[in-house]
């Protein structure tokens, strides 16, 4: 969090007549200073590699020894040693080295698992319990991340495995409401839920870049009209599936495009919100439907970007741009699209993008 979103929050806080510490204040702002984070880059990558050297050497002296009783009783001692690390130590300590320590336990024990040669379900299940744990029972800010990806991608690829692809595909969609609700919501989550406040920093942020990870893989390596229509990395093409799908889809991108205009017009008073909304809608779900399937990477990236500007997420808004020209990009380079319609495209999102920038700094300046 930025030292400007952090001072706003604590004047919201203040306001509410919650009683703040200053010192505590004052130590999560160093915390999150580039010091912090410099410091615990260097240490997970340095303990990372001392465990890769560590299990490099028993490799080299042990052989195919290394079985699943090996792997597991090693993952056992790590995570030990991590969960009494995180309790006990200091935050640049239990951010960095017992972070490290956090991987290398988890990869012995699907390490362990994979020796068993158990099936895929059974090892998408391990890394859901292992992220569930993660998240619930680490103050590091750094694994509740970790485990928040960990626990998508395991819930993904189960449900793919067991011929639910479809399911898949609308937990992709509830990511995406999450991430909405959990900026809506963030001062009263971090005032009245003690649970979700301790680990609302790592959702945002885990939910966040798994929106950005979705993106970007469709855009760099399915470069295909159809790909964010039919998903086909997670499931096979079903026409009913497919047609319940895109309904879905629907109703979502309408809804959340009704309560971003809803969200923005407490800052800033619109003339006719009515009109506005209806608009909005409109335009998302013409980009998202009629674009080849690339306008649904851009209407999703077009959502991040107004939320992450609007509710002051710097990172976020750095995120959702990457994610927005990499659409364009990759929509640029789609052959089956004469480059004059691309080119007028292109050219109207990016008056389009001007005039609402325009009119949005307008608005606030005369609030």
């Known amino acids: 969090m930025k030292t400007n979103s952090w001072r ?3 004047h919201q806080v203040k306001e509410q007549g919650v009683v703040v510490e200053e010192q505590l204040t004052a130590r999560i702002e ?3 200073s580039i010091k912090y984070v410099f410091l615990k880059i260097v240490a997970i990558v340095g303990s990372l590699l001392a465990m890769g050297f560590f299990f490099g050497f028993l ?3 042990i052989g195919d020894g290394l079985g699943f009783a090996a792997f597991a009783l090693f993952g056992t001692l790590l995570y030990a040693l991590s969960f009494l690390g995180n309790k006990k130590s200091e935050p640049a300590l239990r951010d960095g080295v017992f972070v490290a320590t956090y991987c290398s336990a988890f990869a012995c024990f699907l390490a362990a698992f994979f020796d ?3 099936s895929d379900s059974v090892n998408c299940l391990v890394v859901l319990l292992l992220s569930a744990v993660g998240l619930v029972s680490f103050k590091s800010k750094i694994i509740q991340f970790l485990s928040v990806l960990g626990g998508y991608y395991g819930l993904i690829y189960l449900l793919k495995f067991n011929h639910l692809g479809y399911m898949a595909l609308a937990l992709f969609w509830v990511v995406l409401v999450g991430v909405f609700l959990l900026f809506t919501k963030e001062l009263q989550l971090k005032i009245k839920g003690t649970f979700l406040a301790q680990k609302h920093t790592a959702l945002t942020n885990g939910l966040f870049c798994i929106l950005f990870f979705e993106v970007m893989l469709d855009n760099l390596a399915l470069i295909q009209p159809s790909s964010w229509i039919n998903h086909t990395r997670y499931v096979e093409f079903n026409l009913i599936g497919n047609r319940f799908y895109l309904a879905f889809v629907g109703v979502i991108l309408l809804g959340l495009t009704y309560f971003t205009i809803q969200q923005i017009g407490r800052s800033i008073p619109f003339k006719q919100p009515n009109l506005l909304s209806g608009g909005c809608a409109l335009f998302i779900l013409s980009l998202a439907f009629f674009m080849h399937g690339f306008g649904m990477s851009l209407a999703i990236s077009i959502f ?4 992450a500007y609007h509710f002051r997420f710097q990172k976020g808004v750095v995120v959702a741009i990457v994610m927005l020209l990499s659409s364009l990009v990759c929509y640029y380079y789609y052959l089956q699209v ?5 080119s007028l495209i292109l050219m109207g999102c990016g008056l389009l993008f001007m005039s609402v920038f325009v009119i949005y700094n307008r608005l606030n300046r005369e609030k």
Do not use: A, I, R, Y
Not at 304 to 307: D, P
Not at 338 to 342: A, D, E, I
């Open 59 to 61: 490799f080299l002296t």
């Open 338 to 342: 004469s480059l004059l319609v691309k």
């Open 8 to 10: 706003d929050l604590m």
């Open 30 to 32: 160093e915390e999150h």
């Open 116 to 118: 068993l040669q158990t």
């Open 304 to 307: 991040l970007l107004v939320w």
